[in-house]
């Protein structure tokens, strides 16, 4: 059971906008930053949000994050089947003295 | 760039150390982290340590058994694994994460990462 808790799968179609949360507490979410990673078929995760806003150079504006609360959320404008992919949320969390992760969101372009 | 190394099949029981070498980047002045993936599973951060390796932090599932270092000479992370269990089988990562000084931390990049598979 993860700390952050994020749906396991979400879709749509190529040109459509997706939404992903992760939804975590006071002590993680709540406090501090939520960094959104995200894990291509095969490969290593990569770093795709960070500071719940901003993008690394490279990863296209149609990927944007933001905050409300206790809960962040990912949000995938103009869908293109190269995005297919698990998408990780995480946040340092002071209780635990340790960094947490989303249990991931398996996204499908269909 | 980061490159792990180490991994492979053990024991229960048994102990490996995992390494990981970095290039391309002042490596003394970044805090590094370890994170796995089990098999079909989602991400578990692991440890972290400070550049100056004086700041250590640990999930409670390996603590007290795996240990993390830093040789700032070798531009390398170890990771020491001992008294590992078949729940310990995964594929692990390295990660450069900021300089200690900053407020706010992230992972990027992270390497390809090495399997440890913990089997009888």
């Known amino acids: 059971q993860s700390v952050l808790t994020q749906p396991p799968s979400a879709s749509g179609t190529p040109g459509q906008r997706v939404v992903i949360s992760c939804s975590g507490g006071?002590?993680?979410?709540?406090?501090?930053?939520v960094n959104w990673y995200q894990q291509l078929p095969g490969t290593a995760p990569k770093l795709l949000i960070y500071s719940y806003d901003q993008r690394p150079s490279g990863v296209p504006d149609r990927f944007s994050g933001s905050r409300s609360g206790t809960s962040a959320s990912l949000a995938i404008s103009g869908l293109q089947s190269e995005d297919e992919a698990d998408y990780y949320c995480?946040?340092?969390?002071?209780?635990?003295?340790?960094?947490?992760f989303g249990g991931g969101t398996k996204l499908t372009v269909l | 760039q980061l490159v792990e190394s180490g991994g492979g099949l053990v024991n229960p029981g048994g102990s490996l150390r995992l390494s990981c070498e970095a290039s391309g980047f002042a490596f003394n002045d970044y805090c590094m982290a370890w994170i796995r993936q089990a098999p079909g599973k989602g991400l578990e951060w692991i440890s972290y340590?400070?550049?100056?390796?004086?700041?250590?932090y640990y999930a409670d599932s390996v603590k007290g058994r795996f240990t993390i270092s830093r040789d700032n000479a070798k531009n390398t992370l170890y990771l020491q694994m001992n008294s590992l269990g078949v729940e310990d089988t995964a594929v692990y990562y390295c990660?450069?994460?900021?300089?200690?000084?900053?407020?706010?931390?992230?992972?990027?990049?992270w390497g390809r990462g090495t399997r440890v598979i913990v089997s009888s």
């Open positions: 990660a450069k994460d900021r300089e200690e000084w900053e407020l706010l931390h992230w992972f990027d990049p």
């Open positions: 995480a946040a340092w969390d002071d209780s635990l003295t340790g960094w947490v």
């Open positions: 006071s002590s993680n979410i709540g406090r501090n930053i």
């Open positions: 340590i400070g550049s100056g390796g004086n700041t250590i």
